[in-house]
């Protein structure tokens, strides 16, 4: 049997006898709404499936039409918690596609450039003892202060997580995080760090967290971004702005 979708596409379908629950024969399957359902629901490209894999998606397709027409000719009509699920879904849905479809020109990103001066954050990068104590964290601290050696301070650090460390994630690395930006740090981590230079050690608590030594292996200062470091912010921020006046064009 063969379904003709909208596009033009033939989609060879070997459908077994219990396949009568279907749509009726007469009926199209549309092509864009089957091509939908399998990235949705399969995660995958319909047109890449082989031909056996298709036909399963056609089948599962088919069904799930079925299903839901009777589903929501039944329990769910006039269902205000489905309603509002809808309508909550058609404005997600909507405003997704408004901003993957909006174009933004080199001019346009320019002149947001001017007006909001972007900032790469300052960011660290550190590798972490945690401890139970302070009378331990005392200990390390004195310990690692009295190398002065990069490297040997280093070496030292990376026994002492090793040995040391309560963190399980960050001992697995030699107790080093990834960079971390100045805004995603506690307050207290961003008042123990202010100042610091890189290879200094830093005893902090930090709440609900315990007591840490940090090594400060580098810093990367706050610094006015390039239009090419902007672009992705900018052009999200350009179409949120055409978003937001889309909606209130809706909504006059």
């Given at each position: 049997m063969k379904f003709k979708t909208n596009k033009g596409l033939l989609i060879t379908i070997c459908m077994v006898a219990s396949m009568m629950l279907s749509l009726n024969a007469q009926e199209t399957i549309n092509g864009a709404k089957l091509?939908?359902?399998?990235?949705q629901k399969h995660r995958v490209d319909f047109n890449a499936q082989t031909e056996s894999s298709k036909n399963?998606?056609?089948?599962?397709y088919v069904k799930t039409i079925k299903l839901s027409d009777k589903i929501l000719e039944g329990t769910l009509k006039n269902d205000p918690d489905?309603?509002?699920?809808?309508?909550?879904?058609?404005?997600?849905?909507?405003?997704?596609?408004?901003?993957?479809?909006?174009?933004?020109?080199?001019?346009?990103?320019?002149?947001?450039?001017?007006?909001?001066?972007?900032?790469?954050?300052?960011?660290y990068e550190l590798r972490n003892i945690l401890l139970k104590s302070e009378t331990e964290a005392?200990?390390?601290?004195?310990?690692?202060?009295?190398?002065?050696?990069?490297?040997?301070?280093?070496?030292?650090?990376?026994?002492?997580?090793?040995?040391?460390?309560?963190?399980?994630?960050?001992?697995?690395?030699?107790?080093?995080?990834?960079?971390?930006?100045e805004n995603k740090l506690t307050p207290t981590m961003r008042d123990a760090l202010k100042g610091k230079k890189s290879n200094e050690i830093i005893k902090v608590y930090v709440e609900n967290i315990g007591w840490q030594?940090?090594?400060?292996?580098?810093?990367?200062?706050?610094?006015?971004?390039?239009?090419?470091?902007?672009?992705?912010?900018l052009t999200n921020l350009a179409k949120q702005e055409i978003l937001s006046t889309k909606i209130k064009e809706i909504l006059k």
């Open positions: 091509q939908s359902f399998t990235a399963d998606i056609v089948n599962d489905f309603e509002i699920a809808n309508r909550l879904l058609a404005i997600n849905i909507w405003a997704q596609k408004v901003i993957k479809d909006t174009k933004i020109s080199d001019r346009k990103l320019r002149n947001l450039y001017k007006k909001h001066a972007p900032m790469i954050e300052a960011r005392n200990k390390i601290e004195k310990t690692l202060k009295k190398i002065t050696n990069k490297n040997k301070r280093l070496e030292k650090f990376k026994q002492l997580v090793e040995s040391s460390s309560e963190d399980f994630i960050t001992r697995k690395n030699d107790g080093q995080f990834e960079w971390i930006d030594v940090l090594l400060l292996e580098d810093f990367q200062a706050s610094k006015k971004a390039t239009l090419e470091e902007s672009k992705a912010v």
